[in-house]
């Protein structure tokens, strides 16, 4: 099994602040996938990431095989960026066949 | 399109009923999953889909069971609920599924579920 950590848990930070949430894997994956759950509950899809880096308006992803570490960043944070950022790795188990794990959850508060 | 659509969005159950719960997407994606949420976890997969008339079991598959009879929806079914399926419920889709570069995965709004 493949396990995901997540740091930190609970992040709060001033509006316009730099923030990074990490993601570490224990075994080599296939892809991985930051998520946003907003604080109703939805779930939306980020990024999916082989390799390299991919940015997105303020935010941005990068990952290390290497390392088995991928890092989200958001560039002049908002309070409508506050949520629930979630990490989860694509892996090939070899009972269980292709595997997505999910991370707990990094909860992002941001004041302005 | 209105993407994956889940209901209901709220249940509560007594301990040994039964219920379905339906995941609906107009994506025209092969692959569809139920998770189960659960504080201090991270979404942990219960059944999933690679395609109409297809079920595979996940991490999670006891206590309940799946049906994928058109392509467009995924039945997740608890034939007697207990209170440790007291759980946020939420329905993904994807199209290309496993080691696709491509893939991204659309989730539904999520179901709370209580069992009394």
């Known amino acids: 099994k493949n396990e995901v950590e997540q740091s930190p848990q609970n992040l709060t930070a001033q509006e316009g602040e730099f923030i990074t949430i990490n993601c570490s894997y224990s075994?080599?994956?296939?892809?991985l996938h930051w998520l946003q759950q907003h604080p109703g509950g939805g779930i939306v899809s980020l990024f999916m990431l082989s390799s390299g880096k991919k940015k997105h308006g303020r935010l941005i992803a990068t990952i290390n095989i290497q390392e088995k570490h991928s890092s989200l960043h958001i560039t002049a944070s908002h309070p409508r960026d506050s949520a629930v950022y979630i990490c989860a790795v694509r892996y090939w188990g070899e009972t269980s066949g292709s595997r997505l794990t999910f991370g707990e959850g990094t909860q992002l508060t941001v004041n302005p | 399109n209105a993407g994956v659509t889940q209901t209901p969005k709220f249940r509560v159950l007594k301990t040994g009923q039964s219920m379905t719960l339906l995941c609906a997407q107009d994506?025209?994606?092969?692959?569809m999953y139920w998770y189960r949420q659960d504080p201090g976890m991270g979404l942990r997969l219960i059944h999933y889909s690679v395609g109409e008339g297809t079920t595979a079991k996940g991490e999670v598959p006891d206590g309940y069971n799946v049906s994928r009879l058109k392509k467009q929806n995924f039945l997740l079914g608890l034939e007697s609920a207990a209170p440790s399926q007291t759980s946020v419920y939420f329905c993904a889709s994807s199209y290309e599924g496993d080691l696709a570069t491509n893939e991204k995965l659309f989730f539904g709004s999520g179901t709370q579920l209580s069992v009394l």
């Open positions: 994506m025209n994606h092969e692959y």
């Open positions: 075994v080599g994956i296939s892809a």
